[in-house]
């Protein structure tokens, strides 16, 4: 079940988003990001939403991909969703016992509230993860932090050891099913009992997984030596980064766009 | 002193991981005590050795991945310790490792090529170059935009040999690269490593646990205790009686040709282990002397044809989610009660995937497994006979080390018992039953299962699914990654279990190891049976050809010498296939005699 995990992975493809320059996509991220948080009125989300699946067919994600980018955190948006039908008190009352009360007000925010976390993790996905090798990422938020390395923040290494870990996810994702399968032919059971059980339950899968990865961390050390690995100091790019107009350009489109939303926001206000 | 400008030169080194703690009592562990090798330029030399004998660390040395303790490092004449030369020899010296997922960087096939030259500071469009060669050379270039996790692991070993070759290196080493790769991506591997090191110069260093794959190597270096204890041409080598004082055993068709001398009162030299046909005409040679005495036939003790099924398999089909292929089609298997069954097929052909139905680990959808047990019939598509099911079936899958969790081996043993509800004086006594059959002493049983050595840690776990005494135990390449003498315990390991009665499914993909340990093969190919049936009738010439497997080595040497023999003794008769190399040479001089004997009264 861990395999299909695909938060984080790559989806190899050649399409308009894929080619674009992970620095602008990272910047672009931010910029939806904030326009995602400040929005509040359903026709600005509804604009957002067009945009977003704009954005969808330049990446060329299949529907199939988004679902499974989308649901594993279907339980958390449902979560945030009965969290603030049931604690927001304002609005017209629609049904109420005992302590609770649900109101039409709070309905609506409740379904915006779960609708931004859905358009988060799909913008992550469409502009970050599955659009952009981990390598590329970490190229990207290299040059973009460049600065900070002035004032001696290891930036390189820091956007290296960000990469090596999006690149064993899907790896350490196949020997978590692995070690569960052993320890269930051992009578291990992950799905019955009580909350406390289950959390027990876990800890004979995650000391296997800790001491795997402390292996294959120490390991991947060697090989990374081996290969002459020494920092980001006269390392050359096999891929380097070029900004060209067409990069230029898609920036300034989509963050127009986003201010586009936000301006429709405020004006309905 | 004149630098040997034209060899790696290894001196006196001493080597130890311990940090040397101030007060401690004991010396550090010398992973390496005063090792002396040399290895010309241009080379093809192999490192054998048991498993924690410092061979390892000996290629970790000579990359300067390690710094030695104490001695001498020099590669073609550059002082390893003169820090100016540090990255010039390291960016000239390349590794491959055994496990591939834990050396690929990258997350796409092109990025990781272009890793190491990236670090040397390579500049375009050289670089470009540079991995577009190396990865048309290891043919993985219509791969270069694939994502490195769906590679399989020969191609990702392939991979890794396009990561070094794009560093243009001088030395490649191989720690133990193919000891995870199945036979024909072992042999394809191989082929394209010596390719390579003839096209581009290379000296090749293998480090294997593999006695024929030694073999293809101009010298073998053979380590124990942190020393090289002999060196020298591989027929030199296997010469030699006390291999296995250190761990290692002379390959098949050795074992075979040296009982043959044995039976014969000959004796064989450097010269005739040189090739198979020097090797075939000694043998010959030896066939033909007079007065050869013919050895008596040794009891086989084979089970008689148990009728009794103790699980069959019916109809059973699964596919993965996502995908459109079936993973296993329409598996129908009967598994006889007693018996030592043998699953062989090529990576992703669906063994596992199969085994892990065994004790419902997945759930059949279509089709059903039926467990026949004392107490009636298990079905694995009942909910509710799970637990007696795991119970009845253990499962070991393949390196169950990595599934160790408690603080001490006997905790972890005790798992599935107490998840079992067992009461403790029953399973105390349970659980020390099982160490006691894998071979663990009580130090060991008392002990954290992390300190133990690697062979020791494979059967604390096998222990820990024997504790629960089931009838039927399944095994995922238990020997994968032992040497030879790891090997040979593992295989008496699982002899002892079946003679008190346990039926054993053995997954392999070591048809020599199969051959000589199962009593029945079940051959699966793209996730159907192909072919079920005794050895003997698997590995038959004209049977193994139409079924596309490679026969056991033996088989195919004592093949070749038979061929020769039908020219010099018209009308001989073999007797049937034997898969331990002294049996096949005894059934040999038997059919010899029998041939030659009648000539001579």
């Not at chain 2, 005409?281 to 040794?298: D, F, R, Y």
């Amino acid at each position: 079940m861990f395999s299909k995990i695909s938060l984080g992975r790559y989806y190899p493809a050649h399409s308009f988003l894929h080619e674009t320059d992970p620095r602008v996509k990272t910047i672009l991220y931010a910029v939806y990001l904030v326009a995602i948080f400040i929005i509040q009125e359903p026709v600005a989300i509804g604009i957002l939403g067009g945009i977003i699946i704009l954005q969808l067919i330049l990446a060329k994600i299949t529907p199939g991909i988004l679902w499974s980018t989308v649901k594993p955190m279907l339980p958390l948006a449902l979560f945030i969703f009965v969290i603030n039908i049931f604690t927001i008190k304002q609005g017209n009352v629609l049904f109420s016992w005992k302590i609770i009360t649900i109101t039409d007000y709070g309905i609506g925010k409740a379904v915006i509230m779960a609708v931004r976390l859905i358009f988060l993790i799909v913008s992550t996905s469409i502009l970050l993860t599955l659009t952009t090798t981990p390598l590329k990422m970490s190229d990207a938020l290299e040059k973009l932090f460049a600065p900070l390395s002035l004032i001696k923040v290891p930036v390189h290494e820091m956007a290296m050891m960000m990469s090596i870990a999006l690149r064993f996810i899907p790896t350490l994702a196949a020997e978590t099913d692995k070690i569960m399968k052993a320890q269930q032919s051992r009578g291990a059971d992950y799905d019955t009992g009580s909350f406390i059980n289950k959390v027990k339950g876990y800890i004979t899968v995650l000391i296997p997984l800790f001491v795997s990865s402390f292996r294959r961390a120490d390991e991947l050390a060697v090989a990374m030596d081996a290969r002459c690995y020494r920092g980001g100091k006269g390392r050359t790019k096999l891929n380097p980064l070029h900004l060209t107009a067409k990069d230029v350009l898609a920036g300034v489109m989509f963050t127009l766009l986003a201010a586009l939303v936000v301006v429709v926001d405020f004006s309905l206000r | 002193m004149p630098e040997d400008l034209n060899s790696i030169v290894i001196k006196d080194v001493k080597f130890s991981y311990d940090i040397e703690e101030e007060d401690s009592e004991k010396a550090p562990r010398l992973a390496l005590d005063g090792i002396s090798v040399t290895i010309e330029k241009g080379s093809y030399t192999a490192i054998l050795g048991s498993n924690g004998s410092g061979k390892s660390t000996l290629a970790k040395i000579i990359d300067i991945l390690e710094v030695p303790d104490s001695g001498k490092v020099v590669i073609f004449g550059k002082d390893a310790s003169d820090d100016n030369l540090f990255w010039d020899i390291r960016a000239h010296c390349c590794c491959v490792f055994q496990n591939p997922d834990n050396q690929i960087v990258g997350t796409i096939v092109e990025e990781d090529v272009a890793f190491g030259p990236e670090n040397l500071g390579v500049p375009n469009p050289e670089l470009r170059d540079r991995v577009d060669q190396a990865l048309k050379d290891v043919g993985l270039y219509e791969y270069r935009h694939r994502e490195t996790t769906a590679l399989s692991g020969g191609q990702k070993q392939k991979l890794a040999i396009a990561g070094a070759l794009a560093m243009q290196p001088d030395i490649l080493i191989l720690d133990e690269a193919t000891a995870m790769l199945d036979p024909s991506s072992r042999d394809d591997f191989l082929t394209l490593v010596e390719k390579m090191r003839v096209e581009k110069g290379l000296t090749l260093i293998t480090i294997t646990h593999d006695m024929t794959e030694a073999l293809r190597c101009d010298k073998l270096v053979i380590v124990n205790k942190g020393k090289a204890v002999m060196e020298g041409r591989p027929e030199e080598i296997f010469l030699s009686d006390n291999l296995w004082d250190y761990g290692l055993k002379r390959p098949v068709k050795f074992n075979f040709a040296f009982e043959i001398a044995k039976l014969t009162g000959s004796t064989l030299t450097k010269e005739d282990l040189r090739s198979d046909e020097s090797l075939i005409a000694a043998l010959t040679a030896m066939l033909k002397k007079p007065g050869i005495k013919a050895p008596e036939v040794s009891e086989d003790i084979k089970t008689q044809d148990e009728k009794d099924i103790i699980m069959s398999v019916k109809g059973l089909s699964y596919t993965y989610d996502g995908n459109d292929a079936k993973a296993i089609e329409d598996i129908n298997l009967d598994i006889r009660r007693g018996e030592v069954l043998g699953i062989v097929g090529e990576s992703g052909c669906g063994k596992t995937t199969l085994i892990s139905h065994m004790n419902a680990i997945f759930r059949p959808s279509v089709g059903d497994i039926i467990i026949h047990t004392k107490d009636g019939d298990l079905s694995c598509r009942n909910k509710k006979d799970t637990m007696k099911i795991r119970q009845n079936v253990g499962l070991v899958f393949q390196y169950p080390e990595y599934q160790l969790f408690e603080e001490t081996v006997f905790k972890d043993i005790c798992y599935g018992l107490k998840k079992m509800g067992i009461e403790k004086a029953k399973m105390h006594k349970m659980a020390y039953d099982a160490a006691l059959m894998v071979g663990l002493s009580n130090d060991e049983v008392n002990s954290s299962p992390f300190e133990l050595s690697g062979g020791q840690k494979r059967r604390a776990a096998m222990a820990g699914v024997l504790a629960m005494q089931p009838g039927i135990l399944v095994l995922d390449e238990p020997a994968s990654g032992l040497d030879p003498r790891g090997r040979q315990e593992m295989f008496a390991i699982i002899k002892k279990l079946r003679d008190s009665g346990t039926t054993i499914i053995l997954v392999s993909h070591n048809m020599d190891e199969a051959a000589v340990n199962c009593d029945r093969i079940c051959l699966i190919d793209h996730g159907k049976i192909k072919a079920v049936g005794t050895p003997e009738e698997l590995f038959i010439k004209e049977r193994a050809e139409e079924l596309g497997i490679q026969r056991p080595r033996i088989s195919r040497f004592s093949g070749l010498l038979q061929e020769k023999l039908k020219k010099e003794f018209p009308g001989i008769v073999f007797e049937g296939m034997n898969f331990s190399p002294e049996k096949e040479a005894q059934s040999i001089v038997r059919s010899v005699c029998r041939a030659g004997g009648a000539d001579v009264q």
